[in-house]
């Protein structure tokens, strides 16, 4: 007896306001969450259940590695065309990159050098229009639309520090007011840096940053210290 799975049907979604022009390319050139939403009983379909070879899933993988999945947090959808202009005047690459491909709001970005891909991820978020643009690495079996960027990583600096807390302990305790730390930037030669502490920092999209927090120092005094994002 054949062996029936369920699969989720839904609408597919051609429209919605669009920024800019598609164009058809030559080649068919943070942190994120897939998720599954449990479909309706009217929705649930039966049919055949298909597999690939490892060889077969594997022929996109090595372009795929120089990938990065692009999101645009905004109720405006930019086309390729337009997303290639700005990424072009904004990223200052060694090599080139291509919008690969989109769907709604997720792009596809091809690096031709993998180090621009992995400096576009350290320098975090930056804005087209006024909208976020979001990055994060390619990660196998990715579907975009089941694709959801609830968190990304950003460069933070907190000012108003006395000079015992330029520390990487002391920078990973004081960033969890702000999110999960990544990286304490501490500068390894002198003359260091001592106007602020910068801080790696992966935070929510669904919670508003803070503008900074009291600290209170050893005689019992409380200060404020300010937050400034880049």
Same mark, same amino acid.
């Given at each position: 007896m054949a062996t029936v799975y369920l699969r989720e049907g839904g609408w597919?979604? !051609?429209s919605g306001a669009e920024v800019g022009s598609e164009y058809s390319e030559e080649r068919? !050139? +943070?942190r994120t969450t897939q998720v599954f939403? &449990? &479909?309706?009983?009217?929705?649930?379909? !039966?049919?055949? !259940?298909m597999e690939l070879d490892d060889s077969t899933w594997q022929l996109?993988?090595?372009?795929?590695?120089?990938?990065?999945?692009?999101?645009?947090?905004?109720?405006?959808? +930019?086309g390729s065309y337009l997303m290639q202009m700005h990424v072009n005047d904004l990223w200052h690459l060694e090599g080139s990159v291509h919008v690969y491909d989109r769907s709604k709001n997720h792009y596809v970005f091809l690096f031709?050098?993998?180090?621009?891909?992995?400096?576009?991820?350290d320098n975090g978020p930056c804005a087209i229009q006024g909208a976020l643009l979001i990055v994060d690495y390619w990660k196998p079996d990715l579907v975009l639309d089941r694709l959801i960027f609830n968190k990304m990583m950003i460069w933070v600096q907190l000012y108003?520090? &006395?000079?015992?807390? +330029?520390?990487e302990e002391a920078g990973v305790r004081l960033g969890r007011a702000i999110g999960e730390v990544v990286k304490v930037d501490i500068d390894s030669l002198m003359p260091?840096?001592?106007? +602020?502490?910068?801080l790696r920092v992966w935070v929510s999209l669904d919670k508003p940053l803070i503008s900074g927090f009291f600290l209170k120092f050893p005689d019992g005094q409380q200060y404020w210290i300010s937050c400034r994002y880049e």
């Open positions: 597919t979604d !051609s068919r !050139s +943070f939403h &449990p &479909p309706s009983r009217h929705h649930f379909r !039966s049919g055949l !259940s996109e993988q090595h372009e795929l590695e120089r990938c990065l999945i692009g999101y645009v947090a905004d109720v405006r959808r +930019f031709e050098r993998v180090g621009d891909m992995h400096r576009i991820v108003g520090l &006395p000079l015992e807390c +330029f520390t260091r840096n001592i106007r +602020f502490l910068r």
